[in-house]
């Protein structure tokens, strides 16, 4: 009765139906980050903030019962690949909810995929105002606009010492370089400051002195920089190098963790826009919440400086959850409609959505908190 | 002025490792004719030898420049040996798939060794500028600088002056005749490729401190590098250096005082132009080919 063959089929039995009740156990995220190119820093650290969300939440016992599961792909700072690791994750893993793609150039690539085959994209990186307002009901943003960032920073330009008075720009060559500066000139000039020089640079730019030069005869008194991580760094020491008057502020998050443990020239400060202060974990609107994320990233032995981008991913990860437990189901309509109603405490602060874009197809934006950090021979203050 | 002077002064020094680039390349696709996509890989293992001698090891600066230059001849060697001896050099086709395959190997193999996340390599000289009037630059630019004008020089005397320079001419112009009178033609195939690849090493060992370091730092550096051999003229080694500084004037003085948006495009429309006028290059004479 139990010749070979059927004792074969049972012994594979045995073995790969446990494995695909496992497989069925997890809920699987994906998420598109890059970890390779011009901007690998950030999408690793954000892309280790999620894992740090995601660890924490299934030692609590997952969401619905099941774990969850990150299927993590790399686009590599190119919104072609961008799109391939989004095709990828929605037809080959059949995830049912995306976190990425990290800036706005390759979330715009991304976006008309979402629309196509109807999976949410929980935006964590991006602040392009085109991206909420394009008409695609299936993306929800939980960082700030580049117009939210200019006008928070707006509310502390009285607060600079000599007086904000002339601004010139050195800006991505990119969605959100370019949407950034526009949207800072218009807050400026909302506020009577005058706009110097705007020079920008390719994202795979590493040798910036000739846009530096270019800056140092403008008789502006501030540069504010928009890039990532890497290039920000560049951009401090080469202006240090060439004595640039101009105070530098950078927006959009980035901070150049490389000059904590190799400052520039000694007394060389730095002012950056971020939405996480981990220097200051008490000035956070959960500061519970901020200190469960420090500890968990500290268990993980991940870098110190990489939490403020970190906490991107981490946020995201806590929204997501909070969306498939409102939804009951891992399903990607039912989790699009549970992110209109979740309400997570986040390690930047409260996350909701409000509705923006054209009536019928909106997307949803959050309102996150900006901090305002100095940097100064490799100590930094909140200000 | 004042900024024509800074414009000039960062021109100088971006010719300079626009020059160490094109002559290391010129060696190898100039005059071996062998089309080196890798030639920026072996630019990245350089500051990645740069970052672990500094960073991680916590040795000097200069030091690691010496390192960096042996792990790239020796890498060079290792390729020439292993991959395209007994290769038709001629069959370009052949060649340039075997180049590309050991670019996407050594990219790969940076990125799982060191992670995607670019290194930052500390300076061995004092942050503060130097300033000189109006003109700022810092100790390391101006020891980029130095060590990228001895470097030219040298090779220079190798290449034109030396009996070694002038066996490997002789090689890549006739391998035969060369053969016949009593060059090693094997040993200046395995000499030539393997000084073209230190060359770009210690390149990137000299600039690893000026800018970061990161697995993909070696594209750039390499269309940069083809442009500049295109430019100066192939194969000429005084070509390639004053197209490297060509181009870099083109670049900076474009951007300072065209557009920085379209920096590096100045730099490839002049080229566009340079070869509609002169297709064999600035500084090459023409050669007849077939």
Known sequence: ?383 | MDQLLQHWVNGMVLGATYALLGIGLTLIFGIMRVVNFAHGELYTLGAYVAYGFVSLLQLDFFSSLLMAAAAGFLFGALVERLLLRGRDLGSIDEVMLIMIGVMIIMQNAELLLWGGVAKLVPSPFAQEPLVFGSVAVSPIRLFVLAAALVLLVAFYFLIERSRLGMSMRATFQDKDAAKIVGVSVSRIYTLTFALGSGLAAVTGALLSPLFVVNPTMGDLASLKAFAIVILGGLGNLAGAALGGFALAMIEEFGAGYVSTAYRDALGFLVILLVMIARPQGLFAAKERVG
């Open chain 1, 1 to 383: 009765m139990w010749n070979s063959p059927r004792i074969l089929a049972a012994f594979a039995l045995a073995v790969v139906l446990p494995a695909a009740a496992l497989a069925q156990d997890t809920i699987k995220i994906g998420i598109s980050e890059p970890l390779t190119g011009p901007v690998a820093a950030s999408g690793t650290y954000v892309t280790d903030g999620a894992r740090v969300a995601a660890d924490l939440i299934n030692s609590q016992g997952g969401v619905l019962g099941r774990k969850l599961e990150l299927v993590i792909e790399d686009n590599k700072s190119n919104p072609r690949e961008a799109v391939n690791s989004a095709e990828k994750l929605i037809l080959k893993d059949k995830v049912p909810v995306m976190m990425g793609a990290w800036g706005s150039t390759f979330t715009l690539a991304v976006m008309p995929k979402l629309v196509e085959y109807g999976v949410p994209l929980l935006v964590e990186t991006a602040s392009s105002g085109k991206i909420t307002t394009a008409g695609n009901p299936w993306v929800f943003r939980i960082s700030p606009t580049s117009q939210m960032e200019a006008q928070a920073f707006g509310k502390q330009l009285a607060s600079f010492s000599p007086a904000i008075k002339k601004v010139d720009f050195l800006s991505v060559n990119n969605d959100w370089g370019l949407g950034a500066a526009t949207e800072f000139k218009k807050m400026l000039a909302e506020h009577g400051i005058e706009v110097g020089r705007m020079e920008t640079m390719a994202p795979d730019a590493t040798d910036l002195s000739a846009q530096l030069a270019a800056l140092k005869g403008s008789g502006s008194d501030t540069l504010i920089v928009t890039t990532g991580v890497e290039q920000l760094t560049l951009a401090i020491r080469q202006a240090a190098e060439q004595r640039l008057s101009q105070r530098i502020i950078s927006t959009g998050g980035s901070f150049p963790e490389q000059l904590l443990a190799t400052p520039g020239p000694k007394g060389y400060t730095s002012t950056h826009l971020v939405f996480f202060a981990p220097w200051a974990l008490d000035r956070a609107q959960h500061p519970e919440v901020a200190r469960q994320y420090a500890d968990a990233w500290a268990a993980k032995k991940y870098p110190f400086p990489g939490l403020t981008e970190g906490f991107r991913g981490f946020d995201a990860i806590l929204t997501i959850a909070e969306a498939i437990r409102v939804a009951g189901k891992a399903e990607p309509e039912a989790i699009r409609q549970a992110l209109w109603q979740v309400k997570v405490k986040g390690v930047n602060g409260d996350i909701a959505f409000a509705k923006e874009g054209p009536a019928g197809k909106e997307s949803g934006q959050n309102a996150p908190t900006i901090y305002v950090v100095q940097l100064k021979d490799g100590a930094v203050t909140v200000q």
